[in-house]
Nanobody, 123 residues
Framework: VQLQASGGGLVQAGGSLRLSCAAS????????MVWFRQTPGKEREFVHS????????AVADSVKGRFTISRDNAKSTVYLQMNSLKPEDTAVYYC?????????????????WGKGTQVTVSS
């Protein structure tokens, strides 16, 4: 299984970025997909998730109203549209696959992880 995140970069506060995570080696539509983020010295933080069918989502309060998750099961890809970015959104963003929705916010309950992509928001 491979999860390949991309789309990170440097952006000014108030700007936007769109992250992508392309999956292979798994039946994509059967997995919930999750975005986490992590800054140095801190634990990995839940950001946003979407169910396998795309019909259910969960979002962290810190990004509610600014970030939107979506998925394209035909392309085995999940997206994270990030708008109105703030300096505190600076982190390495990781995508993960999960098979148990009740534990969707717990980084210990992910089945697979991708390598992260760096997002830096300048003030």
């Amino acid at each position: 299984v491979q999860l390949q995140a991309s789309g990170g970069g440097l952006v000014q506060a108030g700007g936007s970025l769109r992250l992508s995570c392309a999956a292979s080696g798994l039946i994509f539509s059967t997995y919930n997909m999750v975005w986490f983020r992590q800054t140095p010295g801190k634990e990995r933080e839940f950001v946003h998730s979407i169910s396998g069918s795309g019909g259910r989502t969960a979002v962290a309060d810190s990004v509610k109203g600014r970030f939107t998750i979506s998925r394209d099961n035909a392309k085995s890809t999940v997206y994270l549209q990030m708008n109105s970015l703030k300096p505190e959104d600076t982190a390495v963003y990781y995508c993960a696959a999960n098979s148990y929705w009740p534990r969707i916010r717990d980084s210990n309950d992910m089945d697979y992880w991708g390598k992260g992509t760096q997002v830096t928001v300048s003030s």
